[in-house]
């Protein structure tokens, strides 16, 4: 039962995460780093260090939270 509680907040975390570490990552400065007129890399790469960051932090809650079950149980 706990399995399926904790993959539920895994995809809470993550979905919820995506957007918000998109919009931290738009105050960023990634025109320096490509030629002009490439919006969609750079949106690109936003969307994909945002997923990225989203799964980390999702990924160390649930461990996090298996490791405090592992203990108690």
Same mark, same amino acid.
């Given at each position: 039962?706990?399995?399926?509680?904790?993959?539920? $907040?895994?995809?809470?975390? #993550?979905?919820? *995460?995506?957007? =918000?570490?998109?919009?931290? %990552?738009? /105050?960023?400065? !990634?025109?320096?780093?490509?030629?002009?007129?490439?919006? $969609?890399?750079?949106?690109? #790469?936003?969307? *994909?260090?945002? =997923?990225?960051?989203?799964? %980390?932090? /999702?990924?160390? !809650?649930?461990?996090?939270?298996?490791?405090?079950?592992?203990?108690?149980?």
């Amino acid at each position: 039962m706990f399995d399926k509680i904790i993959t539920m $907040w895994f995809l809470f975390i #993550l979905i919820g *995460l995506v957007p =918000i570490n998109y919009r931290a %990552l738009m /105050a960023l400065n !990634f025109s320096k780093l490509f030629q002009k007129a490439s919006t $969609w890399q750079i949106r690109f #790469l936003m969307m *994909l260090i945002s =997923i990225l960051m989203a799964f %980390l932090a /999702a990924f160390a !809650f649930v461990y996090i939270i298996e490791r405090i079950i592992s203990v108690i149980y």
